[in-house]
């Protein structure tokens, strides 16, 4: 006990020392400055009770990837991530997202090449991947929030979100009808919200029309509104295998998305984009990517009073990662401080391909 006082007291005087300088440090007067903003961050107390923005594991979507096989296949581009087997890794990786609060999941599926076709018929399949994904993970996890991706790229042998003509355009009426197709099959394996990516003109009223005619009038769209043609796809084209394919010598099919995805030097066709998106029942606007794209998310947020969403894409997840591995960055501060800055541009929900492992870090950080 004697000892334990001492220890207090000499701590309590090392407290009571005033603080030291170095030296060379300058004498200064008061200099009359009122306003002190650093006041107010003085302590981790008053920075946690002033911060504006809070990140939470209910914020985010985790993107997962599924194929054929039981077992897991690495994607070589996005360290920590596979391709996961429909019946196999798929429900592991939901399990571990849901223990951690992560509860709200995405499906890409990896088509197998031969039923890729043209036309991409396979989309609607209701015995398709993506149909099964979505059974598989409603069966093991009711509660879950699963979303889906309405485009015809992963089923397309042509590559690209919609169908090609033979002159290299791609057809946007036509292709609503199989997206029309795709929505529903989702939604009658227990979709709780389908998303369309592909960009197509008038495709989200088209789409809530067509839930509406099935009797899924409860099932949510979480349009991709303001989806620009980036660099940053790169890696999840090689996961899904979905980039487009070189022309034929009877059939040209243009190298990239730009005649349907937007141009990323415009702002104010975004706010057109959204515009429609909620005038044709859209229930949650989306931008991709994010980061780069953080003033789009802020304009959205200001102009809609939907919910905004932003997807994390598989380039910023790389350029994080790949950067961590090679002793770069601090992986943990710079991945929450990306999300965070999405978050506080806007955005209430987020796709990352890191929902899981900022989840956890996320609960260390309050002691769970």
Same mark, same amino acid.
């Given at each position: 006990?004697?000892?334990?006082?001492?220890?207090?007291?000499?701590?309590?005087?090392? @407290?009571?020392?005033?603080?030291?300088?170095?030296?060379?440090?300058?004498?200064?007067?008061?200099?009359?400055?009122?306003?002190?903003?650093?006041?107010?961050?003085?302590?981790?107390?008053?920075?946690?009770? !002033?911060?504006?923005?809070?990140?939470?594991? @209910?914020? !985010?979507?985790?993107?997962? $990837?599924?194929?054929?096989?039981?077992?897991?296949?690495?994607?070589?581009?996005?360290?920590?991530?596979?391709?996961?087997?429909?019946?196999?890794?798929?429900?592991?990786?939901?399990?571990?997202?849901?223990?951690?609060?992560?509860?709200?999941?995405?499906?890409?599926?990896?088509?197998?090449?031969?039923?890729?076709?043209?036309?991409?018929?396979?989309? !609607?399949?209701?015995?398709?991947?993506?149909?099964?994904?979505?059974?598989?993970?409603?069966?093991?996890?009711?509660? *879950?929030?699963?979303?889906?991706?309405?485009?015809?790229?992963?089923?397309?042998?042509?590559?690209?979100?919609?169908?090609?003509?033979?002159?290299?355009?791609?057809?946007?009426?036509?292709?609503?009808?199989?997206?029309?197709?795709?929505?529903?099959?989702?939604?009658?394996?227990?979709?709780?919200? *389908?998303?369309?990516?592909?960009?197509?003109?008038?495709?989200?009223?088209?789409?809530?029309? @067509?839930?509406?005619?099935?009797? $899924?009038?409860?099932?949510?769209?979480?349009?991709?509104?303001?989806?620009?043609?980036?660099?940053?796809?790169?890696? !999840?084209?090689?996961?899904?295998?979905?980039?487009?394919?070189?022309?034929?010598?009877?059939?040209?099919?243009?190298?990239?998305?730009?005649?349907?995805?937007?141009?990323?030097?415009?702002?104010?066709?975004?706010?057109?984009?959204?515009?429609? +998106?909620?005038?044709?029942?859209? +229930?949650?606007?989306? *931008?991709?990517?994010?980061?780069?794209?953080?003033?789009?998310?802020?304009?959205?947020?200001?102009?809609?009073?939907?919910?905004?969403?932003?997807?994390?894409?598989?380039?910023?997840?790389?350029?994080?990662?790949?950067?961590?591995?090679?002793?770069?960055?601090?992986?943990?501060?710079? *991945?929450?401080?990306?999300?965070?800055?999405?978050?506080?541009?806007?955005?209430?929900?987020?796709?990352?391909?890191?929902?899981?492992?900022? @989840?956890?870090?996320?609960?260390? +950080?309050?002691?769970?």
């Amino acid at each position: 006990a004697v000892g334990a006082g001492a220890g207090r007291r000499s701590r309590l005087a090392r @407290a009571a020392e005033k603080p030291r300088l170095p030296v060379g440090t300058p004498e200064v007067e008061h200099i009359g400055i009122r306003k002190r903003p650093r006041r107010n961050r003085r302590g981790p107390a008053m920075r946690e009770m !002033f911060a504006e923005t809070i990140l939470s594991p @209910a914020n !985010f979507i985790l993107p997962i $990837f599924v194929h054929e096989g039981a077992d897991d296949i690495p994607i070589s581009s996005m360290p920590g991530v596979s391709r996961l087997g429909v019946d196999t890794g798929l429900l592991r990786e939901v399990r571990e997202a849901y223990a951690v609060g992560v509860k709200s999941v995405v499906i890409f599926p990896k088509t197998p090449d031969e039923l890729k076709t043209p036309t991409a018929e396979e989309c !609607f399949n209701p015995s398709g991947l993506a149909q099964r994904a979505i059974r598989n993970v409603k069966r093991e996890f009711p509660d *879950v929030v699963v979303y889906t991706d309405v485009a015809l790229d992963p089923y397309n042998s042509l590559g690209h979100d919609g169908i090609v003509r033979s002159d290299g355009v791609i057809m946007n009426d036509e292709t609503i009808a199989y997206l029309c197709k795709q929505a529903v099959s989702q939604a009658e394996a227990g979709a709780d919200y *389908v998303s369309p990516s592909d960009m197509m003109d008038g495709r989200v009223g088209a789409i809530r029309d @067509a839930l509406d005619n099935a009797g $899924f009038t409860q099932v949510g769209i979480m349009s991709y509104t303001a989806k620009y043609a980036s660099a940053f796809y790169g890696p !999840f084209r090689e996961a899904l295998d979905s980039k487009p394919r070189m022309p034929s010598d009877d059939w040209k099919v243009e190298p990239n998305k730009k005649t349907y995805q937007q141009n990323p030097a415009n702002w104010r066709e975004s706010l057109l984009e959204a515009k429609l +998106d909620e005038e044709e029942g859209a +229930d949650i606007l989306m *931008v991709k990517p994010a980061m780069p794209y953080l003033d789009i998310i802020k304009g959205l947020s200001d102009n809609s009073n939907l919910p905004i969403a932003a997807y994390h894409v598989s380039g910023e997840y790389a350029m994080l990662k790949a950067a961590a591995l090679n002793g770069w960055l601090n992986e943990k501060d710079a *991945v929450l401080e990306a999300l965070l800055s999405i978050k506080r541009a806007g955005a209430n929900v987020i796709l990352t391909y890191y929902a899981v492992q900022a @989840a956890k870090w996320l609960r260390e +950080d309050q002691g769970l």
